[in-house]
C-alpha cells in the first residue's frame, strides 16, 4: 500500500550558505519558519483522517536538517514518536547537506525513528561545487552516504545537473559516482535560474549559460537511462510546480511541471524508433507495452507519435501485462515480433 507523505518545509533552516542557484523560501512557498510541535501534531492528525488507511510518511523538505541545534531537531522530531510507538507514522525522512553528517548525528536520527536522509549532493566534481558555492567536496558526499548505509538508513542523493562549470560528461561522473558510492535513490534536479539569485546576476551579465530546455531533456533522458541500467530508483526528476514556481520568478533553465514524464517518455521513445528503424516505413505495426507506459509510450501531446519513424505508419499501440514495464514489443501483422528493453537494448552515444 503506497505511503501518504505528510510534508513540513523547513526552508533554508540550518544552511549555513547560501548556494548561488538557491532561493529556498521561493521554491518551497514557505517563510522559513519552523512548525511548531502543536502544528506538527494537529497537521499529521489531519492527515491521518483523509489518508483512508494508508500508511502515513512524515517528511521535512528543504533545508540542512543535521545542521539546525539540537534542541530544534529535537522539537521537529520528538512530537512523532507517539505516532511512531502507534504506528500512524511508519516512516520519517529528510534532507541535508553532506558535510553535516557523521556517526553521532546519524545514530541520534536512527534513534528518533528517521530512516531516509537525502543529501543535497547536487554535484560530484570539486570544480562544479566550488563555483556553485556550495561549501563541500565531493568526498563529503561519498563519506555521508557510507556513513548512513553503515547505520542501516536508506540514502538518497540529490543531483543538480546544468550547475556552472558542469558538462554533460560532468554530470554523467557525478551519477557514477554516487552510484559506487552506494546511494538508494537519486532525484535529479537540472538547474533553473531564480530570480533574486547569484545565479541570476551571472546569468544577467553573460557568465553562466544554463541548459537550454532541449538539452535539459537530452542529458536528463541518459542520466535516467544510466541509473536504470544500475538498478537505481529515479524517484522524481525537476522540481515540483507549485506556487513559489512560475514565470515570474523563474528566469531560465530547463523546467516543466511535467519533466520527468516527459524525459521518461522520449525513452520510450527512442527505443521504439530504435526498433522501427528495422522495418519499412509503410509496414503498419502493433506495439505492446505495459498498461502504466501507455501514456509514456504516446508521449506527451502525443510528441512520440509525431515522431519520424511514426510519421504516416499505421501504429496500434496496446497494453499487455506480460510485457515487463521497460520491455517494447513490435508486432507486424501478428506474423514477426521485434522485442526491445530500456536497459539492455537502448544506446546512447556519450
Known amino acids: 500500500m503506497k505511503r501518504v507523505t505528510v510534508p513540513f518545509f523547513i526552508s533554508h533552516q540550518g544552511c549555513p550558505h547560501t548556494c548561488c542557484f538557491c532561493d529556498q523560501r521561493m521554491i518551497s512557498g514557505s517563510g522559513g519558519c519552523l512548525p511548531t510541535a502543536d502544528e506538527i501534531v494537529g497537521k499529521i492528525e ?90 563541500h567536496t565531493a568526498a563529503d558526499s561519498e ?24 558538462t554533460a560528461a560532468r554530470s554523467l561522473s557525478s551519477l557514477e559516482r554516487v552510484i559506487s558510492a552506494g546511494t538508494d535513490f537519486i532525484r535529479i534536479y537540472p538547474t533553473i535560474v531564480l530570480r533574486g539569485t ?57 523546467w516543466h511541471p511535467s519533466l520527468g514524464q516527459i524525459v521518461r517518455s522520449e525513452l520510450y521513445g527512442d527505443l521504439l524508433c530504435q526498433m522501427l528503424s528495422r522495418l519499412p516505413d509503410t509496414v503498419p505495426v502493433t506495439v505492446k507495452c505495459h498498461p502504466k507506459r501507455i501514456s509514456d509510450v504516446i508521449g506527451v501531446a502525443k510528441a512520440n507519435l509525431q515522431r519520424s519513424q511514426l510519421l504516416g505508419r499505421e501504429v496500434n499501440i496496446v497494453a499487455d501485462y506480460v510485457v515487463t514495464e521497460e520491455e517494447l514489443q513490435v508486432e507486424v501483422k501478428q506474423q514477426s515480433m521485434l522485442r526491445g528493453n530500456i536497459i539492455t537494448d537502448l544506446r546512447y552515444s556519450n
Open 46 to 135: 489531519l492527515w491521518r483522517l483523509t489518508a483512508a488507511g494508508r500508511p502515513l510518511e512524515v517528511a521535512f523538505f528543504g533545508g540542512s536538517f543535521t545542521a539546525l541545534p539540537e534542541n530544534r531537531q529535537s522539537e521537529l522530531l520528538s512530537p512523532l514518536q507517539i505516532f511512531l510507538k502507534s504506528g500512524v507514522i511508519r516512516s520519517v525522512r529528510l534532507s541535508t547537506r553532506p558535510d553535516y553528517i557523521d556517526d553521532r548525528r546519524v545514530e541520534y536520527l536512527a534513534e528518533m525513528g528517521v530512516q531516509t536522509i537525502e543529501l543535497g549532493v547536487q554535484s560530484m566534481d570539486d570544480q562544479v561545487l566550488g563555483a556553485s558555492g556550495r561549501g
Open 198 to 254: 547569484e545565479l541570476a546576476r551571472r546569468y544577467a551579465k553573460g557568465e553562466y549559460l544554463p541548459l537550454t530546455f532541449q538539452d535539459g531533456v537530452a542529458l536528463c533522458k541518459k542520466l535516467l537511462h544510466r541509473a536504470m541500467q544500475a538498478g537505481l530508483p529515479v524517484i522524481r526528476i525537476g522540481l515540483q510546480g507549485d506556487e513559489g514556481l512560475n514565470e515570474h520568478t523563474m528566469l531560465a533553465g530547463c
Open 143 to 166: 563519506a555521508a552516504i557510507r556513513c548512513i548505509k553503515k547505520r542501516g538508513l536508506s540514502a538518497g542523493a540529490q543531483l543538480m545537473p546544468g550547475l556552472p562549470g558542469d
